[in-house]
Nanobody, 129 residues
Framework: QVQLVESGGGSVQSGGSLRLSCTASGLTADDYGMGWFRQSPRKDRELVACIAWNGSIYFADQVKGRFTASMYNANHTMYLQMNSLTPEDTAMYFC???????????????????????WGQGTQVTVSS
């Protein structure tokens, strides 16, 4: 059974930084993709960043230049470094795994929440002005 556990959320002031972690267990191969999504009360769940099985990374326009992501296959852990945070970044952040990433999407990761098979419980990020 695949399980994803996020950590690292919290409250910061505008301009601050946070680093989120997501550790996956139960994954039996390295050809999966991972994604970070976020959801706030007034918005649908949206992609923040995704990492393909080969390490290619895609960022949503809203976070380009401010967020970075990395994944270490050795311990199935993905990180999201968030800098220059603004109140608009306030949301619940979820990590997700797409176990068919390489088979169905080749060297690209999916930006659609519906392509991800497993989800973590989420970690809250709150940015105050």
């Amino acid at each position: 059974q695949v399980q994803l556990v996020e950590s690292g959320g919290g409250s910061v002031q505008s301009g601050g930084s946070l680093r989120l972690s997501c550790t996956a267990s139960g994954l039996t191969a390295d050809d999966y993709g991972m994604g970070w999504f976020r959801q706030s009360p007034r918005k649908d769940r949206e992609l923040v960043a995704c990492i393909a099985w080969n390490g290619s990374i895609y960022f949503a326009d809203q976070v380009k230049g401010r967020f970075t992501a990395s994944m270490y296959n050795a311990n199935h852990t993905m990180y999201l470094q968030m800098n220059s945070l603004t109140p608009e970044d306030t949301a619940m952040y979820f990590c997700a795994a797409d176990i068919y990433s390489r088979r169905r999407r080749g060297d690209y990761c999916s930006g659609s929440r519906y392509d991800y098979n497993y989800w973590g419980q989420g970690t809250q990020v709150t940015v105050s002005s």
